[in-house]
C-alpha cells in the first residue's frame, strides 16, 4: 500500500487512504466545546455563517451555526450569563472561534476594490482601502485561538431577531437604535462589526444609556476574566485562555470537535 501511495504522489496523482484519519486542521484540539453545550442559555447571532456581516456572503470555515470555544471560555460565560440575568438581560455572542481560512477570506476579500456592497451599513466612513492601516482588519486574528469571543447584551426575553434579506436597504451601524438593524441587542450605541471611531468602547459621542450598556457588558466581561479591545466594543479576549498565540483553522463545525 505504500509503496503504491509512493508511486501515484511521484506521478502527480490524486490520493485518498481510507482509515488515514483526519487531515491536518480539521479537528479541534483537546478542550474545545460547543458553548451551547456548557451555557445554553447564551443567545447565538453567529453573523459570519450567513451573508449579513461586513463582506456579504458566508465566511469561508464556517460550516454551521455553533459556538466554538475552549472549555474555560464556556465555563466564563455561562458565570457571564448568570450575571446577566441578575439585570434582565442575556449574553449574545456574534462570532467565538475563527479559524485562519476566515481571516484569510477577509484579507482576500479587503484586497478586492470592486467588493463594496455592504459599506453603507459597516463602513460608511472608512475607504476600504484603509480597512488595515487603521486597524479594522488584520492578518492574524486572536479569535483562532479559541480565546476570544464577540458579545453583546439583550433582553432576556427579546423575541428572535428578523432575518436579514440580501439587498435590502443599509442603514449606517452608527445611526440610533431604532433606524439601524435590529439584532434584539441593547443600545450599545453602534451595531456589530461597525468599522468607525463610535465603536470604540470609550467613544465620547455616546448617549448616557449607550455608555452605561457598554461599561454592564465591559464589568460583567472583566468580572469573568476577561479583557476588552479598546478599539472593540464588542470584543473580548479571555485572560488565561489555553492556547495563547496559537491559530488554528478547523472549520467551525460541531463534527470537528474531539469529544
Known amino acids: 500500500m505504500r509503496r503504491a501511495v509512493a508511486m501515484a504522489v511521484a506521478l502527480g496523482v490524486a490520493v485518498t487512504v481510507t482509515g488515514a484519519g483526519p487531515r491536518p486542521e480539521e479537528s479541534a484540539p483537546s478542550g474545545f466545546v460547543a458553548l451551547s453545550d456548557v451555557a445554553p442559555g447564551v443567545v447565538r447571532e453567529m453573523r459570519y455563517t450567513g451573508p449579513h456581516n461586513f463582506v456579504g456572503t458566508r465566511i469561508d470555515g464556517y460550516v454551521e451555526d455553533v459556538c466554538l470555544v475552549t472549555r474555560p471560555v464556556a465555563r466564563a460565560l455561562r458565570g457571564v450569563q448568570r450575571a446577566a440575568l441578575r439585570h434582565g ?3 449574545q455572542v456574534y462570532d467565538c472561534y475563527r479559524p485562519q481560512r476566515a481571516v484569510d477570506h477577509f484579507v482576500r ?3 478586492e476594490a ?8 459597516f463602513y460608511p466612513r472608512v475607504a476600504k482601502d484603509r480597512l488595515f492601516a487603521e486597524g479594522y482588519i ?10 476570544t469571543v464577540d458579545v453583546t447584551l ?16 443599509l442603514v449606517p451601524c452608527f445611526a440610533p437604535r431604532v433606524a439601524r438593524f435590529p439584532d434584539r441587542s441593547v ?5 456589530y462589526d461597525c468599522f468607525d471611531a463610535k465603536a470604540h468602547t470609550a467613544h465620547a459621542g455616546l448617549t448616557g444609556e449607550q455608555r452605561a450598556n457598554r461599561l454592564l457588558l465591559r464589568r460583567l466581561m472583566e468580572g469573568a476574566g476577561f479583557e476588552n479591545l479598546p478599539q472593540e466594543w464588542w470584543h473580548f479576549t479571555y485572560r488565561n485562555e489555553p492556547y495563547p498565540g496559537r491559530r488554528f ?3 467551525v463545525s460541531r463534527s470537528a470537535l474531539s469529544g
Open 109 to 111: 476579500w479587503a484586497a
Open 154 to 169: 439583550v433582553p432576556r426575553s427579546a423575541p428572535p431577531a428578523r432575518p436579514y434579506v440580501p439587498g435590502e436597504r
Open 114 to 121: 470592486e467588493r463594496r456592497r455592504m459599506k453603507a451599513e
Open 187 to 191: 443600545d450599545m450605541g453602534t451595531g
Open 138 to 147: 488584520a492578518r492574524r486574528s486572536g479569535h483562532s485561538s479559541g480565546g
Open 89 to 91: 438581560l442575556a449574553v
Open 249 to 251: 483553522d478547523f472549520p
